[in-house]
């Protein structure tokens, strides 16, 4: 067996061939476009086969460094945070308090359709708690974390168990979220807002004839980069005082901090917020961030272990999809932006949150902006749910 390693420009270079790779199928295969499917999705994983493909037939094993993967992510949350307004939030005060106790009472809905699967196939009820909060809305880092813990209960190969329902987990959340839109949209008749300036992504029929210029796309790299350091400097007194937060966090929050002051107490200044130069730079760091996820995926780690767990994954597939379509889409409000947050919720309880934010944005391309949206989500998923998530695993692994 043989390894080849790509450095982080190569991994950058080929995310990029991948993506457009996505870009051309989508545009080949009207399912694709219909259904919303990210066009980094669709690369993702038709390079993720060819590397497996690659692995079964040579013994090579391929592997991505990912470090330029964590600074798109950045950019992309931090550019988030830009395009937040007060009265937004503030107008989003009660779906946000909606959507936040769907979440939490999902986390429990989750571990329990896990246990009854793990029974369903003669695993161990531990085991169903892995293929429930702890890898599909806790993602990879949450399953690393709660692996040991796991495997000390006596379940063998607990780390390889929860990386193999994290990783098939991102590939279905990546799937779902726009059939989800898609059905419940033309079920309702419901449209976008067009009046809206694009909070990510250019829309389709626009993407021909952007204005954007280099000191468009300069003045917002700035804004971005200053913005960050503040959100540096902000992780780093959050850590001081003992709250570790990942630092998209606190960039995502120096960015709404900053766009809700700086524009008032500076007039003058351009203030990049929901300008196309900055949905264009959220839409390249999300999309090359995604594909460079779902390309790096090493689907030869989990085949040996997909088999039980396929069943106990499409188990919880079902129960996401039926949770949202019957309660979440109700109680948000049966509109647009309920049917985008659903493609998000979608993405987000079996996968990760960009690849909600992936969802989300797909839609909102052909249908027109949901900004409330982008601000709900990321909020929920960076704030209350790693918490929430580290108790109602640890009662489950208890009982």
Known sequence: ????????????TVSILVFFVGVHTNRRIAFLRKYNIPEPVTGGLLAALLTFFIYSSTGTEIIFELKTRDVLLVYFFTGIGLNARFSDLVAGGKPLLIML???????VIQNIVGITGAALVGAPSHVGVLAGSASL???HGTTIAWAPEVAALGVES???IGIACATIGLILASLVGGPIAHILIHRFKLKGATEELPVIGVPFEQEESSTIDHMNLMSVFLTLHLT?????????AATNMG????LFVTCLLSGIVLSNTIPYILPKIRWPARTKALAVISDFSLGLFLAMSLMSMQLWTIADLAGSLIIILLMQT?????????ILFPLMGRDYQAAVLSSGFGGFALGATPTAIANMTAVTKSHGPAPLAFIILPLIAAFFVDITNSFVIKYFLSI
Do not use: C, H, R
Request: without cysteine.
């Open 228 to 236: 960050i350091i503040v959100g540096w400097f902000t992780n780093q």
């Open 1 to 12: 067996m043989s390894q080849f390693v790509a450095d982080n420009f190569l991994t950058f």
């Open 158 to 160: 607990a780390l390889e």
């Open 137 to 139: 809305i806790g993602g």
């Open 101 to 107: 106790g769907l979440t939490l009472s999902y986390i």
């Open 243 to 246: 709250l570790k937060l990942p």
């Open 318 to 326: 079902i129960a996401a999809v039926l949770f949202i379509i019957f």
